[in-house]
């Protein structure tokens, strides 16, 4: 299957895409092999933060299932990019087909979404604690956070909903080829034989409220946050509010630094190759989830003890 393949429109809507990324890169390999380690790193990582909140009754409160979420979502979306990039990419087999390849794009973006709102969910969770510590576990329930959790992944289904939909309703009558590493929307959708700038202004209004709306969000609460401690008597009582936050803050910058910076380079044509451009893109989506674990179980005391009595305990018991 060659990176030439044309579709001439004589086959039906089930003919599929080719995926034709990185071939102009000669370290391909060494991306491939990359990305494989970071989806190892990220199915470890999460999968110990889960076991460690299952286990532990004392940690199955507001803040750990907003974690717990996040540790999902990070597995969910390294799941859907990494494995299909290895047949793909290491062993020429190319061909996605259509189903499989709009299958991808839902729930690639789908994901992406909840990356970015469960890092709000985060900040939503850090504000009360810190400005109403007292009344923090009346206000900040399990039940309420599972309720806010169903609304935002109702919201980001909705949102991937129509425009993947609408994408794959468009007639595909001459190149099937995309130029990414997956089927992402916007190289598919640019694919089609027919008006696509309904398409184009809907993609770019999407991006835009799922990326800015929850930063705008995550700066208003660290807003909110910083003058309440400024009112806080002691600078001891500062210094524990910012470290709470830290960790999130850490989680934030994890996140949309990589993405800023590889939209900057995209749109200013800094990186001229497009392949070079895909593999940032790539990586700058990936690592995060797997970034999220390790950093959580850093900087957060009381999981780290968790994580160490799990360990422990563990080994003990295969001792015996």
Known sequence: MGFSVLYNGTGS?????????????GNKNYLILALSIIYIITLM????????FIVNPSLQNPKYVAVCNLAVVDISLNSVIIPQMVPVFVFN?????????????????LFGDMESFSLALLAYDRVIAICFPLRYLTINTNLRMLLILLGIWTLAFLLEVYPVALA????????????????????????????????????TAKTL????????????TYAVVVVAVLKFASTTQRWKAFHTCLTHLLLVLVYY?????????????LVQSPDLLTAILT????????????????????????IIKLFVKTKVTSHK
Do not use: W
Request: hydrophobic share 45%; charged share 10%; glycine share 4%.
């Open 13 to 25: 809507s089930d003919d599929g895409f080719y995926i034709t990324a990185f071939h102009t890169l």
């Open 45 to 52: 990582g999460n999968f110990v933060l889960l076991a460690v």
């Open 93 to 109: 087999l190319n061909y996605v087909s259509f189903g499989t390849c709009f299958s991808q794009m839902f729930f690639m973006h």
């Open 168 to 203: 794959s309703s468009l007639p595909y009558c001459a190149s099937r080829v995309v130029q990414s590493c997956c089927c992402e929307h916007g190289p598919v959708y640019r694919l089609a034989c027919s008006d696509i700038s309904f398409n184009r202004k809907l993609a």
């Open 209 to 220: 409220a799922v990326l800015l709306g929850p930063l705008s969000f995550i700066i208003f």
């Open 257 to 269: 630094l990589p993405v800023i910076l590889a939209y900057i380079l995209g749109n200013l044509r």
């Open 283 to 306: 990586v700058s989506v990936t690592l995060p989830p797997m970034l999220n674990p390790i950093i959580y179980s850093l900087k957060t005391e009381e999981l780290r003890e968790k």
